[in-house]
């Protein structure tokens, strides 16, 4: 069974200051990988993917997630933080085509904090 | 462009009173679709598919039921509702045969039971 854990469940940073949301993984196979955004009472949005190729990903907003197979990790980075990128971070992660392959798996969420 | 509409934006209704919210998708043919319910603003909790008209795969028993009747259009329903039915839900399509699995999500409906 895949999963994800996002191990920290809230990250405070200044604003300017680089910023960092940990993810790492856990699934048979080779992953693909998922960050969402979530702004209070909406939906949630799409940031970036990692398929296949290069490591480092770049998404919406600025911001960039760099894939490490080997620590099974997926962690999202921004080079300097906004007071409106304050938000909840999901990671998900979905196994190659097979069993579950419709669903995707999300870990429990970051809250982001990013003080002025 | 693909949108995704949730209707109505915000729901208070008691308890054992009936349920029923609406996902519809625009710009796109033949979705997966998919409704989670999300508590105290965490964790997503994934209750329904559907990759086809009349095709439901339910993830967690409850007194919760859906239906898709049309290709773009996905309904959540209760016949009778719990106090711990109480959340945010959100609907979501992604794109069946194309795509690698990413999902896109509506912005939601407040539930609240009282």
């Known amino acids: 069974a895949q999963s994800v854990a996002q191990p920290e469940d809230q990250v405070n940073v200044a604003e300017g200051n680089p910023l960092t949301v940990k993810c790492t993984y856990s699934v048979s196979g080779n992953p693909y990988l998922f960050w969402y955004v979530q702004y209070p009472n909406r939906g949630l949005q799409f940031l970036l993917k990692?398929?296949?190729?290069?490591?480092l990903v770049k998404g919406s907003y600025g911001f960039e997630a760099e894939f490490n197979k080997s620590q099974t990790s997926f962690h999202l980075k921004k080079p300097s933080a906004l007071v409106s990128d304050s938000a909840l971070y999901f990671c998900?992660?979905?196994?190659?085509?097979?069993?579950?392959?419709?669903?995707?798996?999300f870990g429990k969420g970051t809250k982001l904090s990013v003080i002025p | 462009s693909q949108t995704i509409h949730q209707w109505p934006a915000t729901l208070v209704q008691p308890v054992g009173s009936p349920l029923s919210l609406e996902c519809t998708v625009e710009?796109?043919?033949?979705?997966?679709l998919y409704w989670y319910r999300q508590a105290a603003g965490r964790g997503l909790q994934l209750l329904f598919y559907s990759v086809g008209i009349g095709q439901i795969s339910s993830e967690v028993p409850q007194n919760l039921s859906a239906s898709r009747p049309q290709d773009r259009q996905f309904i959540l329903s209760s016949k009778k509702l719990l106090l711990s039915d109480s959340g945010f839900y959100l609907c979501?399509?992604?794109?069946?045969?194309?795509?690698?699995?990413?999902?896109?999500f509506g912005p939601g409906t407040r539930l609240t039971v009282t």
């Open positions: 990692y398929i296949t190729g290069d490591n």
């Open positions: 979501a399509w992604g794109p069946r045969l194309a795509g690698v699995g990413e999902q896109y």
């Open positions: 710009g796109t043919s033949n979705p997966n």
């Open positions: 998900a992660v979905k196994a190659l085509p097979g069993a579950g392959s419709y669903q995707l798996t």
